[in-house]
């Protein structure tokens, strides 16, 4: 077995294990110091994927209605933890998680589930351009009277972490695309990789909680499917009237919250670390659900 193969056809399971060390063992928090550079890494490979030539093409249309089924999901989060009576800084947590790119690896679940993969890719980088502005203003606007918030501080962070890396990659697929795409089969690792880091950090900086507050970990689970789902179903039925494969990266694309970008950005932009919370149990919900619904798309 390749060990592309060993880390892509197993991510969930890493995840769990990236969890299990973080709770077993606090000392891995150091890993939340360098979250900015982790993220710039997975976000940088991923997108060596992708190519301008690949946005060209896509049902405008329908990425409008993703854009507006996303720009939804911030509210849709602030109503679920708000349902959940819980504390200003998970509820923090939980708009982040809705407010910032989808999932990174969308666009590869989006083609196993035999979804239109450049909307999909479109989506990710429109929203990851506009998330410098967006995300802070979500977050500001549904928080600022609860929660000290540092908008720049956001923007800044996703403008190094997400934005400029996607660019430059992006950017360097398009220039040297056959030399770029020798090592395609990497690059999907390679993001796994900095996920399964930036989760086992999180996770061991909350260690202490998530031992002494298991009855809550309950709740934010709960919560966090709540999310994820309707998350899928506002993209689902804002598509109902296209084909059936832009409906599936319609409902990828709204559903699938990028929660490694959500984790780091608690770090980096001075949320406790509680805050993360949200975003841990999210990626462990996430795989499994995205996992499940591209074998029925694909069936």
Same mark, same amino acid.
């Given at each position: 077995?390749?060990?592309?193969?060993?880390?892509?056809?197993?991510?969930?399971?890493?995840?769990?294990?990236?969890?299990?060390?973080?709770?077993?063992?606090?000392?891995?928090?150091?890993?939340?110091?360098?979250? +900015?550079?982790?993220?710039?890494?997975?976000?940088?490979?991923?997108?060596?994927?992708?190519?301008?030539?690949?946005?060209?093409?896509?049902?405008?249309?329908?990425?409008?209605?993703?854009?507006?089924?996303?720009?939804?999901?911030?509210?849709?989060?602030?109503?679920?933890?708000?349902?959940?009576?819980?504390?200003?800084?998970?509820?923090?947590?939980?708009?982040?998680?809705?407010?910032?790119?989808?999932?990174?690896?969308?666009?590869?679940? +989006?083609?196993?589930?035999?979804?239109?993969?450049?909307?999909?890719?479109?989506?990710?980088?429109?929203?990851?351009?506009?998330? +410098?502005?967006?995300?802070?203003?979500?977050?500001?606007?549904?928080?600022?009277?609860?929660?000290?918030?540092?908008?720049?501080?956001?923007?800044?962070?996703?403008?190094?972490?997400?934005?400029?890396?996607?660019?430059?990659?992006?950017?360097?697929?398009?220039?040297?695309?056959?030399?770029?795409?020798?090592?395609?089969?990497?690059?999907?690792?390679?993001?796994?990789?900095?996920?399964?880091?930036?989760?086992?950090?999180?996770?061991?900086?909350?260690?202490?909680?998530?031992?002494?507050?298991?009855?809550?970990?309950?709740?934010?689970?709960?919560? +966090?499917?709540?999310?994820?789902?309707?998350?899928?179903?506002?993209?689902?039925?804002?598509?109902?009237?296209?084909?059936?494969?832009?409906?599936?990266?319609?409902?990828?694309?709204?559903?699938?919250?990028?929660?490694?970008?959500?984790?780091?950005?608690?770090?980096?932009?001075?949320?406790?670390?509680?805050?993360?919370?949200?975003?841990?149990?999210?990626?462990?919900?996430?795989?499994?659900?995205?996992?499940?619904?591209?074998?029925?798309?694909?069936?």
């Amino acid at each position: 077995m390749r060990v592309t193969s060993l880390v892509d056809d197993h991510l969930f399971g890493w995840v769990l294990v990236s969890v299990a060390l973080g709770v077993a063992v606090p000392e891995l928090a150091a890993i939340v110091r360098f979250s +900015t550079v982790i993220l710039a890494i997975m976000v940088g490979s991923v997108s060596l994927t992708l190519s301008a030539s690949r946005f060209l093409s896509v049902d405008r249309s329908a990425l409008g209605r993703i854009l507006l089924g996303h720009a939804a999901m911030p509210v849709v989060a602030l109503g679920v933890a708000r349902a959940l009576g819980l504390s200003p800084d998970l509820t923090a947590g939980f708009v982040l998680l809705g407010a910032v790119t989808p999932e990174l690896v969308t666009p590869t679940m +989006t083609a196993l589930a035999d979804g239109d993969t450049a909307l999909a890719s479109a989506a990710l980088v429109v929203i990851g351009v506009g998330s +410098t502005v967006f995300t802070p203003f979500a977050v500001t606007l549904l928080l600022g009277s609860g929660i000290e918030i540092d908008g720049w501080r956001i923007a800044e962070s996703l403008v190094v972490a997400v934005v400029v890396p996607m660019a430059l990659a992006v950017g360097a697929r398009t220039r040297y695309g056959e030399h770029v795409g020798k090592y395609e089969t990497y690059y999907t690792s390679v993001s796994a990789v900095m996920v399964v880091l930036i989760i086992g950090g999180v996770t061991a900086a909350n260690a202490s909680l998530i031992r002494a507050e298991t009855d809550l970990l309950v709740g934010i689970g709960a919560g +966090t499917l709540a999310v994820n789902l309707a998350g899928y179903a506002l993209g689902w039925m804002g598509t109902r009237s296209a084909a059936n494969p832009v409906r599936v990266a319609g409902a990828l694309s709204v559903g699938m919250r990028d929660f490694a970008v959500a984790a780091a950005l608690v770090t980096a932009a001075g949320f406790p670390a509680s805050a993360s919370l949200p975003a841990v149990l999210f990626g462990i919900v996430e795989m499994a659900t995205s996992a499940f619904l591209a074998r029925q798309f694909a069936s």
